[in-house]
């Protein structure tokens, strides 16, 4: 065998695959399953996906003996068992594969499926299909296409026969085979299936391996990370069981909603029990400690979906066993979850669920009993990863006293702090080199006294053992006396009403300031100094009545703020932020709920007039010409430096107080704050005094210590711009703007600059400007989904959807990557004994990337920019290759034209991965009003810690989860209604057309999806917004087709005429629609750029999409554009088309306002001059044209296009 494989392999490593594929194909070793298993590699890499996933498919699936399975329904269970390889083949497969496949005999019986049958498959919806549909398919395409067909066909047959023989394994229908168990032949397949993302299929690959009893140890291991990795692909749900009433109106619509987490937590159950069962046989071959750690483990996942798994099942007993009636979506509803469970009728899932409970009780115990094997070794060699194991088997069963007394017992590494004896080295393992890590079987760390103490005290706490809690947070402190955590423990386990409140911040207290007359480091410990003002701040939140207690309290406050300000404000640029939540408390408890707005406390006065004193006595500037660099001694460049902080902090505190009294903001800032001209001195001195903070080695690569000013005087700047009127607060963001831009040119590694300048440059319409800023931060990785939020929405405001479309494109081949990786990384740490690590990193995917709120609105941005994509933004296209004209729908996207019906097609097969943008289509179709908890908000808004006066809007999470539902919920329904159009059949002879089960389901599904659409875009659209006018000429065309193509079909009232007259009504609704949208934006004033660029995406497009749809449904039954004299229909159709190109020709009139910025320059402008003003006025200006020229084209289409419905006969 290796004078056969040896070429092979060395084929493969060259990545010469046509000789692979050449010697696999010679006999007898074609029929070998390691060269079987080579040749699908060598497909797949020579991109021939389906050939190797056929292949695939013959070696495990075909005559393969199924564990339980019986001869005469090996097909069905196979094709169910396999679902996911089953799908995967059917979604690339044609009406030649299909013939081709009935030729081989290679045991697929595929129907195929159009893109309405696959998004109702995915949305658990009913899916109706003709049993002769794969039939006549594949005859229509076969005669279509003549005799060259099927020779070509043949070809393919005898290709196909190549590489499965005529004789042997592949094609016998009498010969029985066991499972794959060869560990070289699985992981050979397992490669391909990773690379198609199928862990599912490997999963069951593997756990067929180990239920078939051949599997060695490598096997089962290469099985338990199988199993894990297949897990990480689960989206982490929280399931109660009281999601859904009987007697809710929309409970039925939950229920549906609710089919797909059912099934993602029965997948996660089913691979925690395989996993569990791999390691249990696993640690019976091999009886090593790291086996019995994963058996543990995955014991204890395993109860945890078991626990959620029987939440949801008795929440759908309930549910459907109090429904009355048996109507066809309770009927649906049943048939999905018995066939889900794995039942034959519901009532069943009572017992089911009982037997899971069963299991519930013996998992933890098995799981325990398996984990003290490992902390009672002989040698007592116990490693952190043992403990921790043990501990979470005590905790899961509710066993606190019993955990607590093991961590107490536990033997750790000692605390070695600065003085301490290093000849006591407790535990510490004996490390030689990196082989003693390599070499030793799970983690070799042992478990450390900090971590020990820790958990001592949380347990403690849990358990009200408040003394001994105490006495671990300060044994912590003791040897961390900066950690916060440790602090804030230390007054939970002190300030409880079973110690007393007085006396335990009294114990707090003193121990803070034991703490500060032992430190003898350099540099003063600011965790005990601020434990005094937070430990003022219990007082305040604490006190009632009487109002002397109150006025005590905050003067104590008061004064602890002071001292440690004064104490730390020269010394520490972060002084602020630890003190800010602080200045907030007392402001809100100074001013109490009812009090006058225009009145301000005497604590907040006395504090400002503290502040003010701070910057007066810390400002350095002085007013000349000179900006020449001062030579400094180094004891003078600190102490000037420290002046700098102290004066940044003040204005910063001042600034915050003035900004929780709202209606006082301005004359606070007046009366306290020095002045806009007085704080651009002091930072432009600073860039004198302060040369020496570049390093040697070729330029500045930290911030600038005077760089704070400038974000607050930008903050200043507009603040006072947001209380002008429109047409007068262009100067103050032009004047912020300009200080920004300056302040970047010295500073150009301060990405707190950058995020400003964006900001300002937003406010003023210049989204090509804020986009270059953004792109010059280098924002890259994981931080595209923590950060993309200060962009990306504003992308679409901008026009800049081709930029808009490639970010979230960038973030969505992030979130795939990342989840390969992450899988990867948390296998080997799984391997290496570092069990909760691996934990750790499968719950981040599952619960933060997976359901990540940044991955849902790049989906919907994708798929709502996709036929606004403008070819001249291609970074490929050099300016010299400009295309002079831009279309609608050029690229991508549906736009009304012939190549629809394709492209829809496309997005329904696209959409079953996870990370491709057309898979928002689902999570629209299976999502409620109540899922907007389910994503996971990872944007990381600390990066605006500089924005005091005035804070910049972002979308918020409601938002975002309701706009990208409803972007998927429009293009679910344009597929659908394209689908549905390309389906319909003309009149004849003026009697309506013969419905067929295919126009019939295509149009249910349609109203289906549209009754979801509407029920979920209620809450989300703001009544009587242009949004939703919109949205109710969307629905109406979309009931127009559903009214047109099928009717009353079967009735006796149904008629042509009545068709049409129907239609007439919803076109004519649909015209007041877009009446009161165009009144609504008329009415809107002037600045409407931004307006027109996010209505083109969201609503302009789809509704020129469904009218001309609509129009190409009229053509076909004889009410063309033509004919809009003669024809009620097509008369109402040009009236709504007309009525639309009205409200496009306002959007593009309201664009030709958008070119340029209008101010006026004052010679009070002294912060940056004339020539920094205009200069960033015309950024803008060049910024708004970019913006104008990449919506315009488009309207100005859509407008020439919809004339056409002015032709008459």
């Known amino acids: 065998s290796a004078r056969v494989l040896h070429p092979i392999y060395q084929a493969l490593d060259t990545h010469n695959y046509t000789k692979a594929l050449k010697l696999t194909s010679a006999a007898p070793q074609n029929e070998w399953d390691i060269v079987r298993a080579l040749r699908v590699h060598a497909l797949g890499r ?39 390889l089953y799908e995967k083949i059917a979604s690339i497969s044609d009406a030649n594969d299909l013939l081709n496949d009935s030729s081989n005999n290679i045991g697929l019986h595929i129907q195929p499926l159009d893109a309405v049958q696959r998004l109702d498959t995915h949305a658990c919806a009913p899916v109706v299909i003709s049993s002769s549909n794969a039939e006549s398919t594949a005859k229509a395409t076969a005669t279509s296409s003549g005799k060259s067909t099927s020779a070509k066909s043949k070809g393919k047959a005898s290709k196909s026969k190549g590489s499965t023989t005529s004789k042997g394994k592949a094609t016998s229908k009498n010969v ?13 397949l397992a490669v391909t299936l990773r690379l198609e993302g199928m862990l599912d299929t490997v999963s069951e690959m593997f756990f067929q391996a180990m239920e078939s009893g051949g599997s060695d140890e490598h096997v089962l291991e290469e099985a338990v990370c199988v199993h894990f990795q297949a897990a990480c692909d689960c989206t982490e749900l929280k399931i109660t069981g009281d999601e859904i009433n009987a007697s809710d109106e929309d409970a039925l619509l939950k229920l549906q909603s609710h089919l797909p987490k059912l099934q993602t937590i029965l997948n996660l159950t089913k691979y925690y029990e395989r996993m569990q069962s791999s390691s249990l046989q696993l640690a019976k071959i091999s009886s090593e400690s790291l086996h019995f750690q994963w058996t543990a483990v995955s014991s204890l996942w395993y109860n945890e979906g078991l626990q959620q798994l029987v939440a949801i099942l008795e929440m759908f007993r309930a549910v459907l066993g109090s429904m009355e009636g048996s109507n066809e979506e309770v009927k649906h509803i049943k048939e999905s979850v018995t066939s889900m469970v794995g039942i034959q009728e519901v009532n069943e899932l009572s017992s089911k669920c009982q037997k899971m409970k069963q299991k519930l009780a013996l998992l933890p115990r098995l799981a325990e009993s398996l984990s003290t094997r490992m902390v009672s070794k002989p040698d007592g060699n116990v490693s952190e990863n043992d403990w921790d194991v043990y501990l979470e088997t005590l905790l899961v069963q509710g066993k606190k006293d019993e955990a607590l007394k093991v961590l107490e017992a536990i033997e750790c590494t000692p605390m070695l702090m600065d003085g301490a004896d290093k000849s006591l080295t407790g535990v510490l393992p004996l490390i030689d080199d990196e082989n003693t890590i390599e070499t030793h079987v799970g983690s070799i760390l042992p478990y450390t006294q ?59 207290r003193s121990y803070a300031e034991e703490v500060i007359a032992n430190d003898t480091q350099k540099h003063s410990l600011r965790g005990p100094h601020l434990f005094l003002v937070e430990l003022a701040s219990l007082k305040v939140k604490r006190s009632n009545d009487p109002s002397e207690e109150i006025e005590q309290n905050l003067a104590y406050l008061r004064g602890e703020i002071c001292k440690y300000s004064e104490k730390f404000a020269p010394l520490a640029s972060c002084c602020f932020a630890d003190i800010r939540p602080y200045l907030c408390i007392l402001s809100k408890a100074s001013c109490p709920e009812g009090d006058s707005g225009n009145l301000i406390s005497n604590d907040l006065k006395l504090l400002l007039e ?28 600190r102490e000037r430096r420290a002046k700098l902080r102290a004066y940044i902090f003040a204005i910063q505190f001042v600034y915050c107080l003035a900004a929780e009294c709202e209606q006082l903001t301005l004359q606070l800032l007046e009366e306290y704050a020095p002045a806009n001209k007085e704080i651009a001195l002091e930072w432009r001195s600073s860039l004198t005094y302060l040369p020496g903070v570049a390093p040697k080695d070729g330029g500045q690569k930290e911030v600038l210590p005077g760089d704070e000013l400038v974000l607050l005087m930008s903050q200043n700047l507009q603040k006072t711009a947001s209380t002008k009127a429109s047409d007068s607060s262009a100067m103050p963001l032009l004047e912020a703007a300009a200080l920004l831009k300056e302040a970047m040119d010295h500073s150009p590694y301060n ?34 989904d923590s950060c993309a939020y200060l962009i990306l929405p504003s992308l679409i405001t901008g026009g800049l959807y081709t930029s808009a479309v490639r970010l979230s494109s960038s973030i969505l081949r992030l979130h795939s990557s990342t989840s390969k990786d992450i899988k990867d990384f948390a296998s080997k740490a799984l391997q290496n004994g570092y069990l909760f690590k691996a934990r750790e990193m499968s719950t981040f995917q599952r619960a933060k990337m997976r359901p990540s709120l940044q991955l849902l609105y790049s989906k919907g941005v994708v798929m709502d920019c996709a036929s606004l994509l403008n070819a001249n933004d291609f970074e490929e296209i050099s300016s010299g290759e400009q295309i002079s004209s831009v279309k609608l729908g050029t690229e991508k996207g549906l736009c009304g034209g012939d190549e629809d019906i394709v492209r829809s097609e496309q997005i329904a097969i696209d959409s079953s991965s996870y990370f491709n943008a057309p898979c928002v289509i689902h999570e629209a179709a299976n999502a409620t009003s109540d899922d907007v908890c389910v994503y996971s ?25 309701s706009d990208s539902l409803l972007k998927g919920h429009t293009h679910g329904l344009l597929v659908r209604a394209v689908m549905a159009v390309e389906a319909a059949k003309a009149p004849k002879k003026g009697k309506v057309p013969k419905s067929t089960e295919e126009i019939a389901y295509r149009c249910q599904s349609l109203t289906r999806a549209l009754a979801k659409a509407t029920h979920c875009s209620l809450g989300s659209l703001d009544a009587d917004s242009i949004d939703e006018s919109m949205w109710k000429v969307f629905s109406s065309l979309c009931d127009v087709i559903g009214v047109v193509i099928i009717g009353d079909a079967g009735t ?43 209505l083109l995406p969201n609503c302009i497009v789809p509704i020129y999409t469904m009218i001309e749809t609509t129009a190409r449904l009229f053509s076909l039954f004889g009410w063309g554009k033509r004919k809009r004299l003669t024809k009620a229909a097509a008369g109402a159709l040009a009236s709504l088309a007309l009525s639309f190109r009205s409200l496009v020709s306002d959007l593009l009139q309201a664009m030709t ?5 209008e101010y006026g320059v004052s010679n009070e402008t002294s912060l940056v001059g004339e020539d920094g003003i205009n200069r960033v006025a015309n950024e803008i200006n060049q910024s708004r044209e970019m913006t104008k020229d990449r919506v315009d084209p488009f309207l100005d289409q859509m407008r020439i296009d919809l004339t056409s419905y002015e032709e008459e006969e």
């Open 610 to 637: 503290w502040a003010k004193v701070m910057w007066s006595d810390n400002f350095q500037a002085v007013d000349d010409n000179s900006q020449s660099e001062v030579e400094l001694s180094h004891d003078e460049a």
């Open 46 to 84: 020579s991109g021939k996906r389906r050939e190797a996933l056929v292949l695939l498919w013959e070696v495990v699936v075909k005559n393969v003996v199924l564990p339980g399975s019986e001869d005469d329904g090996l097909t069905k269970k196979s094709e169910e068992v396999w679902s996911e």
């Open 1153 to 1157: 306002t958008h070119r340029r910025v």
């Open 937 to 961: 908000d990872n944007r990381d808004m600390d990066i605006n810690y500089f924005e005091i006066l005035h804070r910049k809007q972002h979308l918020t999470q409601t938002e975002m989860v």
């Open 751 to 784: 990405p707190h600059l950058k995020i400003a300048s964006m900001g300002v440059y937003l406010q003023l319409g210049a989204s090509h400007r804020a986009l270059s800023i953004y792109q010059e931060m280098g924002v890259k990785q994981i931080q595209m």
């Open 176 to 188: 029985i085979f066991p499972p794959v168990t060869d560990e070289t032949v699985l992981n050979t």
């Open 1052 to 1094: 006796e009232s149904d008629t042509l005429l009545g068709r049409e007259n129907a239609a007439v009504r919803l076109l004519e609704a649909a015209v007041l629609s877009v009446n009161k949208a165009q009144t609504s934006f008329n009415s809107g004033g002037d600045a409407r750029g931004a307006l027109v660029c996010q």
């Open 450 to 508: 900090r971590k020990k103490l820790e958990r001592i005290a949380s347990l403690s706490l849990e358990l009200s053992r408040y003394e001994q809690a105490e006495e671990c947070y300060r044994e912590l402190l003791g040897c961390f006396p900066d950690q916060w955590t440790y602090w804030l423990g230390l007054v939970d386990a002190c300030i409880t009403q079973e110690q007393g409140i007085e006396e335990g911040w009294n114990k707090c």
